[in-house]
T-cell receptor
């Protein structure tokens, strides 16, 4: 158990809808990272927050947004969903300010868009 | 453009033998490398890392080797155990400041 929690575990929704994925980092970790893993792909970095502030952005679509709250939990909002958004979404946390070192991953949320 | 490549999608090894997982990278700015292991229905778990100032790092049954001139790293697992069966991801960053870039993974099956 990494200490990172993600909810929900599974989500099934229709095209055009909006969903929110939630992540709680390990106790004491100020950094939260979001990744997308599509079929047969590696983990694609989406966005990094440190102590409530956005630190780095990857290939995150404009339809996606994220935020980190004062209690350090983070939410990833996906809107106008398309079939291609179906994927595993992982959250990770670390105590570091930069994203290039060890990160601790949650179990993921599997999103299916029908 | 894939900056971190794991060219073998799968690998099968007998229990007790050595498993060697390979990873190539193209970005010469990468100087920190990590291996993660992932079981089904779980998130990736950090396994071992290496900085570019070293060419080898060992942790128990796991050893990572780095060949900077060839832009290649490998993970050796000796001896392999059935519990090692998982997908292994290689990841890299530049100066620790850039986000981790992951390969697509290699599925290791250790056969008893």
């Amino acid at each position: 158990d990494s200490g990172v929690t993600q909810t929900p575990k599974h989500l099934i929704t229709a095209t055009g809808q909006r969903v929110t994925l939630r992540c709680s980092p390990r106790s004491g970790d100020l950094s939260v990272y979001w990744y997308q893993q599509s079929l047969d792909q590696g983990l694609q970095f989406l966005i990094h927050y440190y102590n409530g502030e956005e630190r780095a952005k990857g290939n995150i679509l404009e339809r996606f947004s994220a935020q980190q709250f004062p209690d350090l939990h983070s939410e990833l909002n996906l809107s106008s969903l398309e079939l291609g958004d179906s994927a595993l979404y992982f959250c990770a946390s670390s105590p570091r300010t930069s994203g290039g070192y060890e990160q601790y991953f949650g179990p993921g949320t599997r999103l299916t868009v029908t | 453009d894939q900056q971190v490549k794991q060219n073998s999608p799968s690998l099968s090894v007998q229990e007790g033998r050595i498993s060697i997982l390979n990873c190539d990278y193209t970005n010469s700015m990468f100087d920190y490398f990590l291996w993660y292991k992932k079981y089904p229905a779980e998130g990736p778990t950090f396994l071992i890392s290496i900085s570019s100032i070293k060419d080898k790092n060992e942790d128990g049954r796991f050893t990572v080797f780095l060949n900077k001139s060839a832009k290649h790293l490998s993970l050796h697992i000796v001896p392999s155990q059935p519990g090692d069966s998982a997908v292994y991801f290689c990841a890299a960053s530049a100066l620790g400041n850039t986000p981790l870039v992951f390969g697509k993974g290699t599925r290791l099956s250790v056969i008893a």
